[in-house]
């Protein structure tokens, strides 16, 4: 019974956390991406941990090679001045040292092929995981699109429109825009109305006499007699302005 409960609490309990995950993909990205973060950091360090490695054998190997080439000269030196015997012992150690050497240089060698191996294992890893990312990404635009499509056309089905109908707010829209467009034309219409067209005309006719009489009166100065123009008339030939 007991183990009945809990497959069946197990099974609950899945449901629960599939439609969690089905509703939040972009909280499951998150995680995804923190996780492969972690990974990542612990695989750094393992490889920060080998690049140590091979640095101290590249301390080692160069301090032994500086130390074989010293022993070559103490060996050389000793030998020309008949120390055979320290010569000897130099012999035996710089032999020791040269295998020594061998075993480092033959490490370090395999440590830095293992550390190249796993820096490209590495690079190639956290590629593939940003292409998946963009992928996933991209998918989840698609998804949202698609989603706000049918929800669109979904509110869309819901409301019955009909050919010509403006709905409620426009026909009010209508209604104001009429009612501004005539109280503006009987404006206008009653600012014409109350202009006097005869008068205007008069004003027009006296500045224009008023005008001419002006005139008159400059050509008088100046010696020459105003003749008035009729409309068929030929020009009548006058002087040039000046005294006669």
């Given at each position: 019974?007991?183990?009945?409960?809990?497959?069946?609490?197990?099974?609950?309990?899945?449901?629960?956390?599939?439609?969690?995950?089905?509703?939040?993909?972009?909280?499951?990205?998150?995680?995804?991406?923190?996780?492969?973060?972690?990974?990542?950091?612990?695989?750094?360090?393992?490889?920060?941990?080998?690049?140590?490695?091979?640095?101290?054998?590249?301390?080692?190997?160069?301090?032994?090679?500086?130390?074989?080439?010293?022993?070559?000269?103490?060996?050389?030196?000793?030998?020309?001045?008949?120390?055979?015997?320290?010569?000897?012992?130099?012999?035996?150690?710089?032999?020791?040292?040269?295998?020594?050497?061998?075993?480092?240089?033959?490490?370090?060698?395999?440590?830095?092929?293992?550390?190249?191996?796993?820096?490209?294992?590495?690079?190639?890893?956290?590629?593939?995981?940003?292409?998946?990312?963009?992928?996933?990404?991209?998918?989840?635009?698609?998804?949202?699109?698609?989603?706000?499509?049918?929800?669109?056309?979904?509110?869309?089905?819901?409301?019955?429109?009909?050919?010509?109908?403006?709905?409620?707010?426009?026909?009010?829209?209508?209604?104001?825009?009429?009612?501004?467009?005539?109280?503006?034309?009987?404006?206008?219409?009653?600012?014409?109305?109350?202009?006097?067209?005869d008068k205007v005309?008069?004003?027009?006719?006296?500045?224009?006499?008023?005008?001419?009489?002006?005139?008159?009166?400059?050509?008088?100065?100046?010696?020459?007699?105003?003749?008035?123009t009729t409309e068929?008339?030929?020009?009548?030939?006058?002087?040039?302005?000046?005294?006669?």
């Amino acid at each position: 019974m007991v183990a009945r409960i809990s497959r069946l609490f197990r099974g609950f309990l899945g449901i629960f956390i599939s439609g969690l995950e089905e509703a939040n993909p972009e909280a499951l990205m998150e995680a995804a991406r923190t996780e492969f973060r972690e990974k990542m950091t612990q695989y750094n360090l393992a490889l920060a941990r080998m690049a140590g490695v091979a640095e101290r054998l590249k301390a080692q190997v160069k301090s032994k090679a500086v130390r074989a080439q010293e022993l070559e000269r103490r060996i050389l030196a000793n030998h020309r001045a008949g120390n055979m015997e320290l010569a000897g012992t130099l012999a035996r150690e710089l032999q020791e040292l040269k295998t020594d050497l061998g075993v480092d240089s033959q490490e370090l060698k395999e440590t830095e092929e293992a550390y190249d191996v796993n820096l490209r294992q590495a690079k190639v890893a956290q590629r593939e995981f940003e292409d998946k990312v963009r992928r996933a990404e991209k998918q989840l635009s698609q998804v949202k699109i698609k989603e706000a499509q049918a929800e669109a056309a979904s509110a869309l089905s819901n409301v019955a429109f009909k050919v010509g109908d403006l709905g409620d707010t426009m026909k009010t829209v209508d209604e104001v825009l009429q009612k501004r467009y005539e109280v503006s034309a009987g404006k206008a219409r009653l600012a014409k109305d109350m202009v006097d067209i005869d008068k205007v005309e008069e004003k027009e006719n006296e500045r224009k006499a008023l005008e001419q009489v002006a005139l008159a009166e400059f050509l008088a100065t100046q010696g020459i007699q105003a003749t008035p123009t009729t409309e068929g008339a030929a020009p009548a030939t006058t002087k040039e302005i000046g005294p006669q």
